[in-house]
């Protein structure tokens, strides 16, 4: 098929994530990937700076993933998980739960890191239910958090971020004020309180306390001190409540170690992790509680937990996790993104001096520099062909989650990139209603 047909049948039918189908934004045609490399259409080849939504840790096309989904696309593609199990299953959840902090090794399969927190949700009501506590319906999150895109999880992110036009049908929840001490900061204990807050006037309507840990990514790019998590296992130990994480952006070793949380030496009741459990490869997501909160649902009425996808424990993303948690184990991950820090900390650190510029943040391997305003959509398109380097700022923030494979010489590219476009003036003022993209 020519680009030509490809892109007008794009244009004709296909709706993009965030985008107008009646005026869409340009679009680049794909046709292959390998290790930071997007091929287009034209031949041109681009750095995938964003990591394909921060999924792809290991690079494109990994070859002992494509592998693994290979071999087992010859003995079965999928099978219901209602009935059945199978080998990569089994294989996943043993591999999952030694890879996981100690005590979270229940595993219940999603195919999204979205119904990843669906699933949590429930976890933590119907726990509630188990123990009597039938009135604890409700959770607390915080302001600038993301949780997915689905009605639960958005009930659960900023609510006056993205999803504010879907308000009349979500949940109602309980928001605590953002977490304001920076990460490398000096606490301060009255960041806390508002949570406290919450939970001291609410707690009989609270089933648990959801969060991102350390850092919040699609909604505020921001991360915030380990304290906040110290105090949060605290107050859920004092009030019976469940301490849900959100690992589906920072797991995996991209903020530093294995596990955003190990920042501050603490484990939630409930983790939710997804995106680079595949290698990007294919969709997967899981939800991991421990032998209590699993324990509590099995023991209480009806005793079975009440979720059930359809292409849950798929075997071909399976065989792909389990793929991708082997490089996980048998790579020193910690140390190239420790290297990709410092490099996107000596790099974009002099950006802050820019006009345009309001802060610069660096965590792990996730560089972000928050712009007054983003620049016109022709000039981030012209940096984006003069360097090859994939970016997709959203809001304002031109950012970068690289593949954790990145090479010194990558990440300077990408830097190099940043730089270009955070120094081009400020574009239009673009009133989209609160989305992001």
Same mark, same amino acid.
């Given at each position: 098929?020519? $680009?030509?047909?490809?892109?007008?049948?794009?244009?004709?039918?296909?709706?993009?994530?965030?985008?107008?189908?009646?005026?869409?934004?340009?679009?680049?045609?794909?046709?292959?990937?390998?290790?930071?490399?997007?091929?287009?259409?034209?031949?041109?080849?681009?750095?995938?700076?964003?990591?394909?939504?921060?999924?792809?840790?290991?690079?494109?096309?990994? !070859?002992?993933?494509?592998?693994?989904?290979?071999?087992?696309?010859?003995?079965?593609?999928?099978?219901?998980?209602?009935?059945?199990?199978h080998?990569?299953? $089994?294989?996943?959840?043993?591999?999952?739960?030694?890879?996981?902090?100690?005590?979270?090794?229940?595993?219940? #399969?999603?195919?999204?890191?979205?119904?990843?927190?669906?699933?949590?949700?429930?976890?933590?009501?119907?726990?509630?239910?188990?123990?009597?506590?039938?009135?604890?319906?409700?959770?607390?999150?915080?302001?600038?958090?993301?949780?997915?895109?689905?009605?639960?999880?958005?009930?659960?992110s900023?609510?006056?971020?993205?999803?504010?036009?879907?308000?009349?049908?979500?949940?109602?929840? #309980?928001?605590?004020?953002? !977490?304001?001490?920076?990460?490398?900061?000096?606490?301060?204990?009255?960041? #806390?309180?508002?949570?406290?807050?919450?939970?001291?006037?609410?707690?009989?309507?609270?089933?648990?306390?959801?969060?991102?840990?350390?850092?919040?990514?699609?909604?505020?790019?921001?991360?915030?001190?380990?304290?906040?998590?110290?105090?949060?296992?605290?107050?859920?130990?004092?009030?019976?409540?469940?301490?849900?994480?959100?690992?589906?952006?920072?797991?995996?070793y991209?903020?530093?170690?294995?596990?955003?949380?190990?920042?501050?030496?603490?484990?939630?009741?409930?983790?939710?992790?997804?995106?680079?459990?595949?290698?990007g490869?294919?969709?997967?997501? $899981?939800?991991?509680?421990?032998?209590?909160?699993?324990?509590?649902?099995?023991?209480?009425?009806?005793?079975?937990?009440?979720?059930?996808?359809?292409?849950?424990?798929?075997?071909?993303?399976?065989?792909?996790?389990?793929?991708?948690?082997?490089l996980?184990?048998n790579?020193?991950?910690?140390?190239?993104?420790?290297?990709?820090?410092?490099?996107?900390?000596q790099?974009?650190?002099?950006?802050?001096?820019?006009?345009?510029?309001?802060?610069?943040?660096?965590?792990?391997?996730?560089?972000?520099?928050?712009?007054?305003?983003? !620049?016109?959509?022709?000039?981030?398109?012209?940096?984006?062909?003069?360097h090859?380097?994939?970016?997709?700022?959203?809001?304002?923030?031109?950012?970068?989650?690289?593949?954790?494979?990145?090479?010194?010489?990558?990440?300077?590219?990408?830097?190099?990139?940043?730089?270009?476009?955070?120094?081009?003036?400020?574009?239009?003022?673009?009133?989209?209603?609160?989305?992001h993209?």
């Amino acid at each position: 098929m020519t $680009a030509e047909k490809i892109l007008q049948i794009d244009r004709t039918h296909i709706w993009h994530p965030y985008a107008s189908i009646v005026n869409p934004p340009p679009v680049e045609i794909a046709v292959r990937a390998r290790g930071l490399e997007i091929e287009l259409a034209s031949g041109e080849r681009l750095l995938d700076a964003v990591s394909s939504w921060w999924c792809v840790a290991h690079g494109h096309n990994h !070859p002992a993933i494509v592998e693994a989904i290979r071999r087992q696309s010859e003995k079965m593609t999928h099978v219901m998980f209602g009935g059945f199990t199978h080998e990569p299953a $089994a294989r996943l959840a043993e591999r999952l739960a030694a890879f996981a902090p100690p005590g979270l090794d229940r595993v219940f #399969f999603a195919d999204s890191g979205s119904i990843a927190v669906e699933v949590a949700t429930k976890m933590a009501v119907q726990y509630q239910h188990a123990l009597g506590r039938s009135r604890r319906t409700k959770l607390v999150a915080l302001k600038g958090g993301y949780h997915g895109d689905t009605v639960g999880a958005m009930a659960l992110s900023d609510p006056d971020g993205m999803h504010t036009l879907f308000r009349g049908i979500m949940p109602q929840h #309980f928001f605590a004020e953002q !977490p304001r001490t920076r990460f490398d900061g000096v606490w301060q204990a009255e960041d #806390f309180e508002s949570l406290r807050q919450i939970v001291d006037r609410h707690s009989e309507q609270i089933a648990g306390i959801i969060c991102e840990p350390v850092l919040q990514a699609a909604n505020a790019m921001w991360h915030y001190h380990p304290q906040y998590l110290r105090e949060m296992r605290r107050l859920c130990d004092e009030r019976g409540l469940l301490l849900i994480f959100d690992e589906i952006a920072a797991g995996f070793y991209r903020t530093g170690p294995r596990w955003a949380q190990n920042h501050a030496s603490i484990r939630p009741d409930i983790m939710c992790v997804g995106k680079a459990l595949t290698g990007g490869a294919i969709t997967l997501a $899981a939800t991991l509680a421990d032998k209590n909160v699993a324990g509590t649902i099995s023991a209480g009425t009806p005793g079975a937990f009440m979720h059930g996808p359809t292409y849950m424990a798929n075997p071909l993303a399976c065989a792909a996790a389990c793929s991708s948690l082997e490089l996980f184990e048998n790579n020193d991950y910690e140390t190239k993104v420790r290297g990709i820090e410092t490099l996107f900390k000596q790099g974009l650190a002099p950006l802050a001096a820019l006009p345009n510029v309001r802060d610069v943040r660096v965590i792990g391997a996730c560089g972000i520099v928050e712009t007054r305003r983003l !620049p016109a959509p022709d000039d981030i398109r012209r940096v984006i062909h003069k360097h090859g380097v994939w970016l997709r700022p959203f809001s304002n923030f031109i950012y970068s989650f690289p593949p954790l494979v990145a090479t010194e010489i990558e990440i300077r590219r990408i830097i190099d990139a940043i730089a270009e476009l955070a120094a081009c003036p400020p574009g239009p003022v673009i009133d989209d209603g609160g989305f992001h993209e």
